[in-house]
T-cell receptor, first 113, second 111 residues
Framework: EAQVTQNPRYLITVTGKKLTVTCSQN?????MSWYRQDPGLGLRQIYY???????DKGDVPEGYKVSRKEKRNFPLILESPSPNQTSLYFC????????????FGPGTRLTVT | TQLLEQSPQFLSIQEGENLTVYCNSSSVFSSLQWYRQEPGEGPVLLVTVVTGGEVKKLKRLTFQFGDARKDSSLHITAAQPGDTGLYLC???????????FGKGNQVVVIP
C-alpha cells in the first residue's frame, strides 16, 4: 500500500531533550516536506527536500533540523525542544514539484513540557 | 499575512442541506488543491484544479476554480455526516516549489 509513515504518533517529552520524528514513504517520491499544524495558524511548512541531500527552509524552520540521506526517509530533528514546539506535525511527500499534490502521513502529536 | 483566506472558518449544517465554502487570494496560482482532514488524521487530497473557470465534480462535491485563478469554491450538495471535516485549500504559486495552505473551513454536518 502506498503510504507515508511517521513515528512516533504521540510523544510527550521535556524541554531540552533531543528527539527525532521519523518519516518514510514507499512511493519513490522525490519531494518531501514537514509541516506543523496549530489552532488558528493552520498548516505551516518547516522544511522541505526536493531530492536526496537537497533540503531547504520553509516558513518556520527555527529550532528544527532535517536530513535526506535516502530518498524514502526524511527525519525531523529537534535538538533542544521547547514548549512552543508543542504541535501536531505532518510529513508529506509529492510525486512532482512542491506545488504538486501532497500525500500526508498520519501525524505526530508532540507535547513538550 | 495569509496568502489564502478561507471562509467561513466554521460551518454547522443539518444533514441534507447544501453548503458552499470559499478560498480567496489576491495571488494567481498555477493550480489549486482541496484536501479534507478528519480528526487525528493527515489531510487527504480531494481534487486539483488547473484551468481558470474549471469545474470538477466528486460525487456530491463540486469544485470551481475562478476565471482569474485567484480563488476557488467547494459546494456540497445534500451534505452527509461523513462530509464532516476540515477542508483545506492549497495553492501552487508558479516557480515557488511550495504549496500555500489556507487555514481551513471546519464543516460539521449534524445527523
Amino acid at each position: 500500500e502506498a503510504q507515508v509513515t511517521q513515528n512516533p504518533r504521540y510523544l510527550i517529552t521535556v524541554t531540552g531533550k533531543k528527539l527525532t520524528v521519523t518519516c518514510s514513504q514507499n512511493m519513490n517520491h522525490e519531494y518531501m516536506s514537514w509541516y506543523r499544524q496549530d489552532p488558528g495558524l493552520g498548516l505551516r511548512q518547516i522544511y522541505y527536500s526536493m531530492n536526496v541531500e537537497v533540503t531547504d527552509k520553509g516558513d518556520v524552520p527555527e529550532g528544527y533540523k532535517v536530513s535526506r540521506k535516502e530518498k524514502r526517509n526524511f527525519p525531523l530533528i529537534l535538538e533542544s525542544p521547547s514548549p512552543n514546539q508543542t504541535s501536531l506535525y505532518f510529513c508529506a511527500s509529492s510525486p512532482g514539484t512542491g506545488g504538486s499534490e501532497q500525500y500526508f502521513g498520519p501525524g505526530t502529536r508532540l507535547t513538550v513540557t | 499575512t495569509q496568502l489564502l483566506e478561507q471562509s467561513p472558518q466554521f460551518l454547522s449544517i443539518q444533514e441534507g442541506e447544501n453548503l458552499t465554502v470559499y478560498c480567496n487570494s489576491s495571488s494567481v496560482f498555477s493550480s489549486l488543491q482541496w484536501y479534507r482532514q478528519e480528526p487525528g488524521e493527515g489531510p487527504v487530497l480531494l481534487v486539483t484544479v488547473v484551468t481558470g473557470g474549471e469545474v470538477k465534480k466528486l460525487k456530491r462535491l463540486t469544485f470551481q476554480f475562478g476565471d482569474a485563478r485567484k480563488d476557488s469554491s467547494l459546494h456540497i450538495t445534500a451534505a452527509q455526516p461523513g462530509d464532516t471535516g476540515l477542508y483545506l485549500c492549497a495553492g501552487d504559486l508558479e516557480g515557488n516549489n511550495r504549496l500555500a495552505f489556507g487555514k481551513g473551513n471546519q464543516v460539521v454536518v449534524i445527523p
